[in-house]
């Protein structure tokens, strides 16, 4: 086996260009060959050294991430490797999160500023983005599609790179460099498993590389990655502190205190006033207006029929205890899942063919199909939704006045109920990517020039069981003639016998199939994404200064857009309870230039400048320039600093056709404060509305940096960078707590509380529209720091890594002048997950290279969070039964170690643990991406990981 570099040949001012505005590495044309320049603007690795020198630094912060690195971490995938990075932070899409809008994929957040606004490229050029929008409106590229051991090196911008690259790269690029040139074959296989005996993951890998550049002039790299991960239940980690639990009464919460959401599921709550689903029913007394459960037998219901023991026939031994007679369970804990399970198959090609000793012709294609799987709760019957027509209200559900089950007999009487005999809500995601790139490249009259044509495409269907149709389940329940004709138009209900009821409960067992047919049919929709592209690069010297000679480049690029999600069978006449419309269609062209240099004005200052230029054909024109300079004083040290403008261009999903249904975490000031604290005042899920704008302008950002780059010793270095980044015109859907106060909502009229008359009643859905609104600041300090050992005696090398991202800031100021900082809060909860922004993360690593052995230790901190939405709130997010706020998320640290042997020079072992203290994840029931932990501490979830493996050269 053996590996090359291009052979044509680069002019030195090209190479310093690619470093210049692209970091350490190239970005935009590959730079393999720069360590072999004599000029001063070298920028590769100092001979005798394998740390990173000052003149392989430049103005712009950029981290390096090597393929060792990637290996040394155990991380199974690139995308799981890239969420534990420093500077990854709220907005970050966990491929966990089976349930939210964009199952099955990965997304990357950058400063914390969403997956939307970081841009990732492969080999320095775009894919198309994930077909599934986060949130039903951020577009992102799924990291996923990356094949892991077809991966060379990942490079990080961390300061905007709209300059260069275009819309999306407000908080900075991450560009996957793959292998470019391969000889032999190498295959590898593993299994991993976590000390429950679950989460399994099994994956096989071939890379098959023949021809020579240098002698045959061409060279075929193929590479095959093949992986299976199963499914992690909940209930599989009872016991491990609070992970996959919502009764959280051992901990010292209670149901009364935070909507039920804290006593598992089936509390009664507000006074009676309310009532959380329940497996064998909650029940509103028509004449109370009190909640009880099915199975209370105290008495003081005023049931016309009892049913003493369907708590015990269907919660069987589960822990009881409300106060109200609720029948408690956890649906969470039994249903819902730590990670779904889910097969992949990537292919990556590429053919290089050297035509002449200047010209080279390439061609790449990426492969990737992914088939994921995960579960949730059981549906509630009484969960409100929207559609564009409208919000659509489900907290009227109730038992009909004949309904067998209905313990208030003779008299409709309302129901909460969860369906646990329908069975869990399930997603089947099955996802296809696609990615050609041909193109040439060479070295004509002084210019160097590569200009390439790109087809990328993601196709994703989302196939959904255990969802209830509404127009049948009522009909089912409380058989009224309005409530039969709607669901006659079903043709399973029309099939089923006249007169049948959906029984419920611990009568349940009385249901066919073919009502569940009817009830709960699958349901489905598609999204695809693509891009066409076609571009062209040059670069040249033009002239010298004291520093050597001036370089520039200039470009042109060419792009079709178009993006589109139809919406899951029966969301858009909002006829599936509990399930939001979500749907978008649109396409555009962009066409942009641009152009950069270098003026090295002396020996130890260099000054560097881009502009572009970018037309879209929905919202117009956005031109952004970047400014940069470096500053060596003295050998061993360089000062650098960058000022850049950034754009984002608003995604079809934001200004196209369609809309968004779904629901958001939010308190009900109003209600609060009509029922004298006794609903509303806590956050809770409500629905919310949201209407796509044609007339978005793009968002717009202002970034700066001022750092450092220090060589304390041959074996010694340290970056330091303060980074701020402005974000003006952001597009948001109206916040939820804005539209509340400002009364942009629908009610319930119908859900008031008995005894409090001025009580408006529960909002149905808030009513919003995507608009530039907000504006943001994020500052922050990265500090980056390498040691080498040479430990001499046969006893080895250490190397010794630390990245450290501390925030400073992440403001938001909203039109009316409010002000939130989310640094180190559990907010901001308008974005994926609620996860919260810590301050600090850190990323640790030592590595002791000896021998045939590599063992290498990798330490992540997640630090602390105020349990509060903003800083500014006086209340925390989430109180003990006792009334104690609960104001902290502990911080969370975790140490991985792996370990690599090599039996002879072809044949290699290979394991890992993560998580080796088997750390358990502190509680944080604030946020919705996870049960009772932060998906920031998914490896704490899992427990203690081991892997095994065997890598083979032939």
Request: net charge neutral.
């Amino acid at each position: 086996m053996k590996t090359g570099t291009q052979r044509f040949r680069k002019t030195v001012v090209a190479r310093a260009l690619i470093t210049a505005f692209c970091g350490t590495a190239s970005m935009m044309i590959a730079q393999e060959t720069l360590a072999q320049s004599s000029s001063s603007l070298q920028r590769v690795e100092v001979t005798g050294s394998n740390i990173r020198r000052t003149d392989t630094e430049t103005a712009s912060p950029v981290q390096t991430i090597s393929r060792e690195e990637i290996q040394n971490s155990g991380k199974a995938s690139v995308a799981e490797f890239l969420q534990t990075l420093a500077a990854d932070n709220q907005g970050s899409v966990p491929t966990t999160f089976g349930n939210g809008f964009a199952p099955g994929a990965s997304g990357l957040s950058l400063r914390g500023l969403g997956a939307a606004s970081t841009l990732v490229l492969i080999n320095g050029r775009r894919i198309a983005p994930y077909g599934l929008a986060d949130d039903g409106q951020k577009v992102f590229a799924d990291l996923n599609v990356i094949p892991l051991e077809a991966v060379e090196r990942v490079e990080i911008l961390k300061d905007g790179g709209s300059a260069v690259y275009g819309s999306d790269a407000i908080a900075g690029v991450v560009n996957v460099i793959l292998r470019k040139n391969f000889k032999g074959t190498v295959a590898s296989a593993s299994v991993g498993q976590s000390r429950y005996g679950d989460g399994t993951e099994t994956r096989a890998t071939v890379t098959h590389g023949f021809g020579d550049l240098d002698q045959q002039g061409f060279n075929v790299l193929l590479n095959l990655e093949v992986s299976k991960k199963n499914e992690i239940w909940n209930r599989d980690r009872s016991g491990r502190g609070a992970v996959g639990r919502s009764d959280l009464r051992k901990e010292g919460y209670d149901a009364e205190n935070t909507g039920g959401t804290n006593g598992g599921t089936g509390a009664i709550i507000a006074e009676r006033g309310a009532a959380v689903s329940s497996v064998v029913g909650n029940v509103r007394n028509p004449s109370t207006l009190e909640y009880y459960s099915r199975s209370d037998t105290s008495g003081t219901a005023g049931f016309t029929r009892s049913f003493p023991g369907s708590c015990a026939a269907v919660a069987g031994n589960y822990p009881q205890g409300d106060p109200n007679g609720g029948c408690l369970t956890d649906a969470s804990q039994q249903y819902a899942q730590v990670q779904p399970s889910a097969k992949t198959i990537n292919f990556f090609g590429r053919f290089t063919k050297q035509l002449n000793a200047d010209t080279e012709m390439y061609a790449e294609l990426n492969l990737y199909k992914n088939k994921s799987d995960s579960s949730g709760t059981p549906s509630g019957v009484s969960g409100s939704t929207g559609y564009p027509g409208g919000p659509v209200s489900n907290a009227g559900v109730a038992l009909g006045a004949s309904h067998p089950d209905n313990p208030y007999f003779g008299t409709a009487a309302r129901l909460r109920y969860l369906a646990a005999d329908v069975g869990p809500r399930t997603s089947h995601v099955d996802g296809d990517f696609s990615r050609f790139v041909a193109g040439i490249k060479g070295t004509w009259a002084s210019w160097d020039y590569d200009s390439a044509i790109l087809f990328s495409e993601n196709k994703v269907s989302n196939t959904r069981g255990g969802f209830l149709q509404r127009d049948v389940a009522f009909a089912l329940l409380n058989p009224t003639a309005a409530n039969v004709a709607a669901a006659m138009k079903n043709p399973a209900y029309a099939a089923l016998p006249a007169g049948t009821f959906w029984r419920i409960g611990e009568n349940a067992g009385l249901n066919s199939a073919a009502l569940y047919a009817a009830l709960s049919p699958e349901i489905s929709n598609d999204a695809s994404a693509k891009t066409t592209q076609i571009d062209l690069k040059v670069s040249r010297e033009m002239g010298k200064l004291d520093g050597g000679p001036i370089g520039v480049a200039f470009g042109v690029e060419a792009r079709r857009e178009s993006i589109s999600l139809a919406p899951t069978t029966g969301t858009d006449k909002g006829n599936i309870i509990g399930l939001g419309y979500s749907a978008y269609d649109g396409s555009r062209t962009v066409i942009a230039g641009f152009g950069e240099a270098v003026f090295p004005v002396t020996k130890r200052l260099e000054l560097s400048a881009a502009l572009r230029a970018d037309h879209y054909s929905d919202t117009g024109t956005s031109v952004t320039p970047k400014l940069g300079a470096k500053w060596r004083p003295v050998d061993s040290l360089a000062v650098r600093g960058t000022f850049a403008k950034g754009f984002r261009a608003p995604s079809s999903a934001e200004n196209g056709v369609g809309g968004l249904a779904a629901f958001t975490t939010a308190a009900d000031p109003a209600r609060c404060a009509a029922t004298a604290g006794t609903i509303g005042c806590d956050p809770a899920n409500v629905a919310i509305i949201t209407s796509p704008n044609a007339n978005l302008q793009p968002e717009k950002s202002t970034s700066t940096t001022l750092g450092m780059v220090w060589d304390l010793t041959p074996k010694t270095s340290a970056t330091v960078d303060l980074w701020q980044i402005k974000r003006k015109n952001e597009i948001n859907q109206e916040t939820a707590s804005s539209a509340i106060a400002a009364n942009h909502v629908s009610r319930d009229a119908s859900t008031a509380l008995p005894g409090f008359p001025g009580d408006p009643g529960a909002i149905t859905a808030v009513l919003t529209n995507y608009i530039n609104s907000s504006e943001s600041v994020v500052r922050g300090i990265d500090l980056d720091m390498k040691h080498r050992w040479d430990l001499g005696g046969g006893n080895g090398r250490v190397t010794l890594g630390l990245v450290w991202t501390h925030l400073l800031k992440l403001q938001r100021t909203d039109p009316d002048g409010t002000v939130s900082n989310f640094a180190g809060t559990h907010g901001n909860c308008d974005v994926t997950n609620c996860i919260g922004t810590p301050k600090d993360r850190i990323n640790l690593t030592a590595a002791w290279d000896v021998g045939a052995w590599r063992v290498a230790t990798t330490v992540n901190y997640r630090g602390k969070l105020d349990n509060k939405f903003t800083k500014e709130d006086t209340s925390c997010a989430s109180t003990l039964a006792d009334g104690t706020e609960v104001c902290k998320v502990g911080s969370f640290t975790t140490v991985d170690v792996t370990a690599r042997f090599k039996l002879s020079d072809k044949t290699e072992i290979f394991g890992g643990i993560r998580n080796l203290f088997d750390r358990v994840p502190p509680i944080d029931q604030t946020t919705y991406g996870a049960v009772s932990y932060n998906p920031l501490d998914y490896s704490g979830a899992v427990g203690r990981y081991y892997s095994i493996g065997v890598r083979h050269v032939f």
